[in-house]
Every structure is written in C-alpha cells, then in structure tokens.
C-alpha cells in the first residue's frame, strides 16, 4: 500500500509515517496521529483513518473484570455496572464528529507568527473524524444511581494511567446526546478509543469524550481538576483569566493532503464541515486567496452534530494554489478570519489557506 505522508503545516519534522500506517503518526508511544481525511471516501470516518489522541500509552483493559462505578457525594448510592449490564441497557447511536481543541493549532504560528507552547502537539488540520457511536445514555445511568438535586457537576474518570478526567455540568450530561459508547463503527470500540468503554460528549471539545471509563463521580460542588484548570484553558494576555473549554467551534477543512500535488485536470475537490450549534447551512471556497467566493454543494446526510460533506468542481492551472473554505451553520455562525492567540493553542477555527502544488 501507497504511503501518504502529509506534512503537517508546523512541525513537519514531528510527523513521520509508519509502515502500513494510514494514518498521519505525530507520536508513537503514547500513539498519537492525525485522521488520513484524504483517505475518507464517505461520510464515516474508518477507524484505520480516524485520528487519536492519547496522553499515556493504551491501557490493556480485561473486560470481565471491567466495572464502571458511579459515586460521589450528589448520588443516592454507588452503583456498579458490569459491561454486560451496559449492554443490556436500551442502546443509543450517536454520529458525531471528534474534534481535538488542539486541531490546526500550528497555524498559530504559520499564519498569525505566534508560536503556541511549543511542549503541545503539533496538530495539523487531522485531528478530527465523524463516527458512529453506539452505547448508552450517561443521563440513564445517572438516573440509576439516584442523582440527588443538589447535584452540580459530573466528572468522568479514564482507566490510563494518569487517570484523566474531565468534568461537566449536569445539564450537559444529561442531553440525550452525551452516551456512554462500546461501539464504534459497528464494531466494539478499538484498544485507542478507549475499549471497553468511552464517553461521547458532542460538539464539545475532544478531551471531554474520556476513554476507557472506570468511574463517573457525581459532585454537589463545581469540580476543578488538571484538565479544566490548567491545561483546556484559554489563556494569554488577551484574556483575563483562563478560562475553560468547553464547545468546540464551527470549521471546515479540505480532504487533500497538505501541500498535495495534483495533475492539471478538471476535478472535484472535496472536505468535510462542522458546527457544535447545528446543521451546516453553506460552504463556501475560494480560490484568489479570499478575494471572491462560492458556495460549495452539500452533500447529504447533514445532521446536527455530524459533519457534512461540501464538494466542488475545480480546473486548476499548473502552479502553486491555496484553498480556502468557510463555513457557515443554520444559525448565522460563521468562521471567523483570525483566532485570538492562546498560549495554549487551542480552537484554532479561521479560515485555512490549504496548500496544493497542481504539475
Ligand atoms: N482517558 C483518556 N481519555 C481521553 C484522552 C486521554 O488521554 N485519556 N484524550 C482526550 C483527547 S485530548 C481527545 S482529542 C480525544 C480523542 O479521541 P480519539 O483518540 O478516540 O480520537 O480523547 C479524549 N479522551
Ligand atoms: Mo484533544
């Protein structure tokens, strides 16, 4: 098989390709990658092709010994589940799309000339995918164990061995869209995301959808961890105090590798679109690096929360190009043409100027 490298628009030494590796590798222990979106043919992105983001290496999890436990003060009584307790429960799907807050965050210094704390990975435009998960509902479980009304916050708790955990308010665990997933694509979740079972909060950044779930705690009180104060912050002197992330914003990207080369033929050229507020109403492209611009066709399905796919016909001329797209969602939300540097290097959604050679 064909080795696609793509050279991420940072650090391109950083990115290197494995043998029969699809995927873009930006670490390999812990194994981080980008999704290979050139790759993706439809509207579900393959596990081969979907992108991972792992902060300690892949744990190796026995399932029969596996129990989910849910306690904490603003609970009636713990409960355990086993994963065939899970399994007997009413299941919920959920298509989604997975964003990392860290995506594109070289094109801070790329394009604004500010690099980000430089001890964060280099994401190029690939760390994002569109699956469909299967599992349960988090707010049925809850409601299992008894949520007591002065119940505030709940934090959800990995197995990996710097037990990451992320907290979120109740409401928000409660949206019949936040699941508890043992599935993905159809088929039990994959070691690197978070077998035997992970959370799914969409639209939210990445980092809250915690993998390999060993303990959900329910707090009467606002919970403050690593994740919502230290890192997951926006901070820098644009900002008066961190503050922490929660919903990812709307972007597009275009399914090329960066800096492809294409020969001089007539062409659809095709990418992906998302908003955490709803559906996608428009994309749109240009080609004169923003001076004019065109709707691009959507194509179906396009449902909340799941990306839509946007293609367009293209007869480029021999020479260097930039593509550049923008979204637009059923709500007026748009993406904007500058991001405000965080030293941190998160939600970097501007307009992207995607570089293709065509010979
Ligand atoms: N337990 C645990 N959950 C985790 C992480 C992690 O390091 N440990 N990484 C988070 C981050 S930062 C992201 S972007 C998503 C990535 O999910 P994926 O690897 O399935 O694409 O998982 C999240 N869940
Ligand atoms: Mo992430």
């Known amino acids: 098989m064909a080795r696609h490298v793509s050279r991420g628009p940072g650090a391109p030494n950083a990115i290197e390709s494995l043998a029969g590796e699809r995927r873009h590798v930006v670490t390999s222990e812990p194994f981080n990658c980008e999704s290979a979106l050139e790759q993706v043919k439809g509207w579900i992105t393959p596990v081969p092709l979907h992108f991972v983001r792992s902060t300690y290496?892949?744990?190796?999890?026995?399932?029969?010994?596996?129990?989910?436990?849910?306690e904490g003060d603003a609970?009636?009584?713990?409960?355990?589940?086993?994963?065939?307790?899970l399994l007997a429960m009413p299941a919920r799907g959920q298509v989604c799309w997975l964003e990392c807050a860290g995506n594109a965050r070289t094109q801070f210094a790329e394009v604004q000339g500010r690099p980000t704390d430089p001890a964060q990975l280099p994401w190029g435009v690939g760390?994002?995918?569109?699956?469909?998960?299967?599992?349960?509902?988090?707010?049925?479980?809850?409601d299992l164990a008894g949520i007591q009304p002065n119940a505030v916050d709940v934090l959800i708790e990995g197995l990996d061995e710097g037990k990451r955990s992320r907290p979120m308010p109740l409401d928000v665990a409660r949206r019949p869209t936040t699941?508890?997933?043992?599935?993905?694509n159809g088929e039990d979740l994959p070691p690197d995301h978070g077998y035997p079972l992970r959370a799914l909060i969409p639209g939210w950044i990445g980092a809250a959808s915690i993998k390999w779930v060993g303990?959900?705690?329910?707090s009467s009180r606002p919970v403050k961890v690593p994740t919502n104060t230290t890192s997951y912050v926006l901070e820098g002197p644009d900002y008066l105090k961190p503050i922490a992330l929660t919903e990812q914003p709307i972007r597009s990207v275009v399914a090329l590798a960066w800096g492809a080369e294409l020969s001089?033929?007539?062409?659809?050229?095709?990418?992906f679109a998302w908003s955490p507020h709803g559906r996608v109403s428009r994309v749109e492209y240009s080609l004169d690096r923003g001076q004019s611009w065109a709707n691009a066709t959507l194509l179906d399905p396009?449902?909340?929360?799941?990306?839509?796919?946007?293609?367009?016909?293209?007869?480029?001329?021999?020479?260097?190009?930039?593509?550049?797209?923008?979204?637009?969602?059923?709500?007026?939300?748009?993406?904007?043409?500058e991001v405000t540097w965080n030293r941190?290097?998160?939600?970097?959604?501007?307009?992207v100027a995607h570089p293709v050679r065509v010979r």
Request: proline share 9%; glycine share 6%; charged share 20%.
């Open 57 to 70: 290496p892949t744990p190796s999890i026995d399932p029969t010994a596996w129990r989910l436990r849910v």
């Open 75 to 85: 609970v009636r009584q713990p409960i355990e589940w086993t994963l065939e307790d």
């Open 127 to 142: 760390a994002v995918g569109n699956a469909e998960w299967t599992g349960v509902s988090l707010g049925a479980v809850l």
């Open 179 to 184: 699941i508890l997933a043992y599935a993905m």
């Open 215 to 218: 303990r959900i705690a329910v």
């Open 264 to 271: 001089a033929s007539p062409r659809m050229v095709r990418g």
């Open 302 to 337: 396009n449902i909340p929360l799941a990306w839509v796919r946007w293609e367009f016909a293209w007869r480029p001329d021999p020479g260097q190009h930039a593509i550049l797209t923008r979204a637009v969602d059923e709500h007026g939300n748009r993406q904007p043409d």
């Open 344 to 351: 941190l290097g998160y939600l970097y959604n501007a307009v």
